[in-house]
């Protein structure tokens, strides 16, 4: 067990609040004492931040949860042998309780609910001068090249998983044209922040006619970024009847708004698969017809929700890195768009000017 003190973004969950301050941890069990190098910052801390996920909890014995679950970190001491002082690593965020889906390092898709996740539920995260790690959550960076954007490895790996629940449900029906390829296939991502980019590169990858969509315009350094990346943006301020002129094959929600979410659902084409991934518990309730119950009925669309992902993600979450990093370079890596200081506060409340990724440098 160590005990030390160490200054730390914490806030109260679930009301919400963010303070920087000097914490003490009474006790953490691991053998991998870690620093931060980058720790990203995302919809979910902003949420958590806002109060308004209900799901997030203080860890038990506390009366703060010291937040942050993006990290890219470096090894300061080790009792394992498979690391060394220097080795950059990316820990996990979901800690798996006792069912048979944690049992067999699934947590991902855990089956009561009774797991945890850093920074989030229950579990001290990652935005602190130093922390303790089981060596057995810490994927290892292989690829030095990585440094700068292995950050993203954490949201990237949501990205691997709903791509995996995708792979699973489409099997129900050939999802693919008749030449085999997703090539005349369209998916449409609701939202434009740094999730729904990872998303972008990946449904490119797969072949996908891929679209981006938000109800107001972007900065140009944004759509410049997505022309370079071949993901067309739409305005739907501007053109109000994108949904019914592209139809989704595909459509991957990273807004949590369900009125967009349905105006999209209730045009999709058959055997169409919508992924749910975006949380906002502050967005307005809308409601769905009995056409549109029909609508999915008749055409076999899949609505299917994906939270986390597990420790395979990561690993091909690196490859998806390395792979956008050589192809795309500078463009890419820009997408770490803000690098501000640790005790800035005001960036949990507001997105930084044309912010794709805004992360904390902690050396
Ligand atoms: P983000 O930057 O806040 O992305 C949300 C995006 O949705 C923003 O671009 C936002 O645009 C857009 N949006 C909101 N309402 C919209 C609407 N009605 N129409 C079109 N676009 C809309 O957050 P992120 O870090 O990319 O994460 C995306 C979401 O996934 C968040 O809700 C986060 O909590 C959630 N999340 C889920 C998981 C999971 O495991 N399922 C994991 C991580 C994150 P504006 O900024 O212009 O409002």
Same mark, same amino acid.
């Given at each position: 067990?160590?005990?030390?003190?160490?200054?730390?973004? +914490?806030?109260?969950?679930?009301?919400?609040?963010?303070?920087?301050?000097? %914490?003490?941890?009474?006790?953490?069990?691991?053998?991998?004492?870690?620093?931060?190098?980058?720790?990203?910052?995302?919809? @979910?801390?902003?949420?958590? +931040?806002?109060?308004?996920?209900?799901?997030?909890?203080?860890?038990?014995?506390? !009366?703060?949860?010291? %937040?942050?679950?993006?990290?890219?970190?470096?090894?300061?001491?080790?009792?394992?042998?498979?690391?060394?002082?220097? #080795?950059?690593?990316?820990?996990?965020?979901?800690?798996?309780? #006792?069912?048979?889906?944690?049992?067999?390092?699934?947590?991902?898709?855990?089956?009561?609910?009774?797991?945890?996740?850093?920074?989030?539920?229950?579990?001290?995260?990652?935005?602190?001068?130093?922390?303790?790690?089981?060596?057995?959550?810490?994927?290892?960076?292989?690829?030095?090249? *990585?440094? !700068?954007?292995?950050?993203?490895?954490?949201?990237?790996?949501?990205?691997?998983?709903?791509?995996? +629940? *995708?792979?699973?449900?489409?099997?129900?029906?050939?999802?693919?044209?008749?030449?085999?390829?997703?090539?005349?296939?369209?998916?449409?991502? %609701?939202?434009?922040?740094?999730?729904?980019?990872?998303?972008? *590169?990946?449904?490119?990858?797969?072949?996908?006619?891929?679209?981006?969509?938000?109800?107001?315009?972007?900065?140009?350094?944004?759509?410049?970024?997505? #022309?370079?990346?071949?993901?067309?943006?739409?305005?739907?301020?501007?053109?109000?009847?994108?949904?019914?002129?592209?139809?989704?094959?595909?459509?991957? !929600?990273?807004?949590?708004?369900?009125?967009?979410?349905?105006?999209?659902?209730?045009?999709?084409?058959?055997?169409?698969?919508?992924?749910?991934?975006?949380?906002?518990?502050?967005?307005?309730?809308?409601?769905?017809?009995?056409?549109?119950?029909?609508?999915?009925?008749?055409?076999?669309?899949?609505?299917?929700?994906?939270? #986390?992902?597990?420790?395979?993600?990561?690993?091909?979450? *690196? !490859?998806?890195?390395?792979?956008?990093?050589?192809?795309?370079?500078?463009?890419?890596?820009?997408?770490?768009?803000?690098?501000?200081?640790?005790?800035? @506060?005001? %960036?949990?409340?507001?997105?930084?000017?044309?912010?794709?990724?805004?992360?904390?440098?902690?050396?």
């Amino acid at each position: 067990m160590n005990s030390y003190e160490t200054f730390a973004y +914490v806030t109260k969950a679930p009301e919400g609040s963010i303070d920087y301050k000097k %914490i003490k941890i009474n006790s953490e069990i691991g053998d991998v004492l870690l620093k931060p190098i980058l720790t990203g910052i995302c919809g @979910t801390d902003r949420g958590i +931040v806002n109060g308004a996920l209900s799901f997030a909890y203080n860890p038990g014995g506390y !009366d703060f949860l010291v %937040i942050g679950h993006e990290s890219l970190c470096k090894v300061v001491e080790s009792s394992d042998k498979n690391f060394k002082a220097g #080795d950059l690593v990316v820990p996990v965020v979901r800690r798996p309780g #006792d069912c048979p889906n944690c049992r067999i390092g699934r947590p991902d898709n855990c089956s009561d609910g009774n797991k945890h996740e850093a920074g989030i539920t229950g579990l001290h995260g990652f935005m602190r001068g130093q922390f303790y790690e089981q060596s057995i959550n810490l994927v290892k960076v292989e690829d030095p090249s *990585l440094k !700068d954007v292995a950050v993203l490895t954490e949201p990237t790996k949501n990205v691997e998983k709903a791509m995996e +629940v *995708l792979d699973r449900v489409s099997s129900r029906s050939i999802y693919s044209s008749g030449d085999s390829t997703f090539l005349d296939k369209n998916c449409i991502i %609701i939202g434009t922040g740094n999730e729904a980019f990872l998303y972008g *590169l990946s449904a490119k990858d797969r072949g996908f006619n891929t679209y981006m969509v938000n109800r107001h315009p972007l900065q140009k350094n944004i759509t410049e970024m997505l #022309d370079a990346f071949g993901i067309n943006f739409i305005d739907t301020s501007q053109d109000k009847d994108f949904n019914k002129r592209i139809k989704a094959d595909l459509l991957i !929600d990273t807004s949590g708004d369900p009125g967009t979410i349905f105006n999209y659902i209730r045009e999709m084409n058959y055997n169409g698969i919508a992924i749910l991934f975006g949380t906002n518990g502050k967005a307005p309730s809308t409601q769905v017809s009995s056409e549109d119950i029909d609508h999915i009925i008749e055409r076999n669309i899949t609505i299917a929700g994906s939270v #986390d992902a597990a420790k395979t993600h990561y690993v091909k979450a *690196l !490859d998806d890195l390395s792979k956008w990093n050589r192809r795309y370079g500078t463009v890419f890596s820009s997408m770490i768009s803000n690098r501000i200081s640790p005790g800035d @506060t005001e %960036i949990f409340f507001k997105k930084a000017n044309g912010e794709i990724k805004s992360v904390i440098e902690w050396e």
